[in-house]
């Protein structure tokens, strides 16, 4: 079984500044893709960032950039001068083949951007 | 983004009533999903669909039952639903099951109240 680990249930951050979401997660698999997803107050799921796991650099998406270890198993995301409109939860995903054709999600990260 | 429509948005329904929610897409994605949201749980998937008469189980799948008539629709039914099946049900959609095609679209999903 594929687990997904995220262990800041809330976390704040001034606007500006640069915080880092930290997640880290389970297979057996080679070959997996990774996620980080945003669910502001409106309840949408917004794909923020991914990361092929056969790829060692390390995706970058405007201001989200993440630090994928794939030796430990961890797959952080960085966001860089935050927003107010940054201020949602925060899931990490994986997604791996074999015969579990499915995605696993953290729990997920409450992130707040204070003024 | 994604046209995903789910409906419908929220409802309110007593112990023991059947529910049926409904997910209609207008991409022509092959693979269709039915997660539903809990605090301190993330997502987990109920359902998910690879065509047209096509599903299969999730990781929570009890309680639950799916169909797919036409491949831009997905329903989630419940055949009695208890208290414990209160949640947020997303539906989500997928061009095929692996990885690069990933993520998944979702919608902006349903908030179910049992009572």
């Known amino acids: 079984a594929q687990t997904v680990t995220q262990s800041q249930p809330e976390m704040s951050v001034q606007e500006a500044e640069t915080v880092t979401l930290s997640c880290t997660y389970d297979t057996s698999e080679s070959n997996y893709y990774l996620f980080w997803y945003k669910q502001p107050p409106s309840r949408q799921m917004i794909l923020v960032i991914r990361q092929e796991a056969y790829k060692q650099q390390n995706a970058t998406e405007n201001r989200f950039s993440v630090n994928f270890q794939k030796a430990a198993k961890s797959f952080s995301l960085k966001i860089s001068d935050s927003q107010l409109g940054d201020t949602a939860m925060y899931f990490c995903?994986?997604?791996?083949?074999?015969?579990?054709?499915?995605?696993?999600f953290g729990k997920g990260t409450l992130l707040t951007v204070n003024p | 983004d994604a046209g995903i429509t789910q409906s419908p948005r929220h409802k309110v329904t007593e112990t023991g009533t059947p529910v049926t929610l409904r997910c209609h897409q207008t991409e022509n994605h092959r693979y269709m999903y039915w997660y539903r949201q809990d605090p301190g749980h993330g997502l987990r998937l109920i359902h998910y669909?690879?065509?047209?008469?096509?599903?299969d189980k999730g990781e929570v799948s009890d309680g639950y039952s799916v169909s797919r008539s036409k491949t831009e629709d997905f329903l989630l039914t419940l055949e009695s639903a208890t208290s414990s099946q209160t949640s947020v049900y997303f539906c989500?959609?997928?061009?095929?099951?692996?990885?690069?095609?990933?993520?998944?679209?979702f919608g902006d999903g349903t908030r179910l109240s049992i009572l």
């Open positions: 669909s690879y065509g047209v008469k096509d599903t």
């Open positions: 995903a994986l997604f791996s083949g074999g015969s579990n054709y499915k995605l696993t």
């Open positions: 989500a959609i997928s061009a095929d099951s692996w990885g690069p095609n990933q993520p998944q679209h």
